[in-house]
């Protein structure tokens, strides 16, 4: 009788275990240790600046952030979320969610990135058309997902249309407002190299 109780107290809290695993379990974006690592500093810079109620602190904040995806340069296999396909296969535009809130942005013609929802995000002081931001292999492989899908996503953080490192400067807002809607969702420009379908949750 006694080893019948222990076999079903076992049983019970190994139940009760795997009901917290799964409530509990990873998310996409955690589980490569770059990518969570920068997730989780955006969060580090945020919320004390935020809590702060300090117009200063607020501003440092936002240009540490910029700064902070300045110094990730390449990635390799970050998890992310579909959002948005913008356009046609010659000037698309896609949106990708790496983090609570956290969203990269990659596009092949500036006149689409400087359209519309993306307007206020994006200001460059060239127009001349740029090479694409996204490779042949990224596009090509944008045409098999649909939206909401996790995707595999290599590629470098800031540089757009091979030219190098984007100036992330002008994608912060002047105004305190600017900096607190940046910081509560930042928003980043990437080059992407290579996307595929992700089974992880």
Known sequence: MTAFVLDRRAFVASAAGLAL????ESSCYESNPQQKKFVADLAALAKPAMASNNPLAVEDAAKRSLAL???????????GTLKAIDGKADNVAVTIEI??????????DWALATAGALANLLD??????????????AVTALKTFRLGQHVQLSGRMGAI???GLFDLSRLL????????????SPRFVARIESLSASNKK
């Open 21 to 24: 695993g799964g409530c509990f």
């Open 99 to 108: 983090g609570p809130q956290v969203t990269l942005y990659a596009f092949n």
């Open 173 to 184: 807002g002047k105004s305190d407002t600017d900096n607190r809607l940046f910081l509560q």
């Open 161 to 163: 249309a091979g030219s």
């Open 124 to 137: 460059t002081r060239s127009r001349e058309a740029a090479p694409p931001g996204l490779s042949d292999q």
């Open 69 to 79: 995806a300045g110094s990730v340069g390449t990635f390799a296999d970050w998890c």
